[in-house]
């Protein structure tokens, strides 16, 4: 989740596909919050081993775009 602005969508699906040459952006879900201030977004990848995991999980949260990752 980070602040809805432009790029948002964009850097999220780019960190996707460095980690998974598969990755389907058509796959991704977006969720304004309430106020519209906020955009939950939602990415599927296939990852093949927890280290792969473990750094996509560091390449997100350390965005300077994102304020969440779940």
């Not at 596909?17 to 906020?38: C, H, I, N, P």
């Amino acid at each position: 989740m980070g602040l809805r602005v432009d790029g948002l969508v964009h850097a999220i699906t780019q960190i996707a596909r460095q980690f998974d040459d598969a990755f389907d952006a058509s796959t991704v879900e977006l969720r304004q919050s309430k106020g519209g201030k906020y955009l939950g977004i939602t990415i599927t990848v296939t990852a093949t081993s927890r280290e792969q995991l473990d750094e996509l999980y560091r390449t997100l949260s350390t965005h300077p775009m994102v304020k969440v990752v779940l």
